[in-house]
């Protein structure tokens, strides 16, 4: 297997959307189908019992988007936690956000500890979640309630599968920074 850093991963995502011609919403797809492929393989026996997507701002949050309608699409009961304001999302991220807003998965925002800490109960009775928070864009140690969502997947009993690379974890390093 081929392993790249962070910058290189970058470089060959612009290169298969700009030079091959592949647009990034069609990767996104590949990405998130994949991921549930991998899930389905790994806990398909538990996914009925209650699946939660925890999304982060970025493209990562997007995949998980993805993810999210494949088990919805399998009648798994969904949950997604997007830990940002809705606003926020752009591009293909948005895209598949408001697919899953069409389909009426249920989504909770919680851009702050206070919104977040509401929903433990989620975090408590999900079998499976996925951890959509940062991939490759994570740019600085984490903080505040992302820190927080970490610790919550962390301490939860379910199986957890991330995107890429567990969130707070550094693509270069594999090294987690702990948050001051
Ligand atoms: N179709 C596609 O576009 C495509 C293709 C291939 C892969 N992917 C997936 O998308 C990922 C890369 O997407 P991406 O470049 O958008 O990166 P990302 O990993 O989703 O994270 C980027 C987002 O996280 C924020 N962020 C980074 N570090 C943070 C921190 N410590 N605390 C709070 N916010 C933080 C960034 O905000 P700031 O701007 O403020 O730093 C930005 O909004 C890959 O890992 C892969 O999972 C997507």
Do not use: W
């Not at 864009?137 to 991330?162: Q, W």
């Amino acid at each position: 297997m081929l392993l790249v850093d962070a910058k290189t991963m970058q470089e060959m995502d612009r290169h298969t959307i700009e030079a091959v011609g592949i647009p990034g919403i069609v990767l996104m797809e590949n990405a998130g189908r994949g991921c549930t492929d991998v899930l389905l393989k790994e806990f398909g026996s538990i996914v009925h019992d209650g699946c939660l997507v925890v999304a982060g701002p970025g493209n990562n949050g997007g995949d998980g988007f993805v993810i999210a309608r494949y088990l919805e699409q399998r009648q798994c009961k969904v949950n997604i936690i997007c830990l940002c304001n809705l606003e926020k999302f752009r591009g293909d991220a948005l895209a598949n956000l408001n697919i899953c807003q069409n389909l009426k998965i249920k989504i909770h925002e919680c851009p702050d500890e206070e919104t977040l800490n509401k929903r433990q109960a989620i975090f408590d009775s999900s079998a499976v979640i996925v951890d959509a928070i940062f991939g490759t864009g994570l740019s600085r140690e984490i903080r505040g309630h992302y820190a927080t969502a970490v610790s919550m997947i962390n301490s939860s009993s379910a199986k957890v599968l991330s995107v890429d690379i567990a969130s707070g974890l550094s693509s270069d390093t594999g090294i987690y920074s702990e948050p001051l």
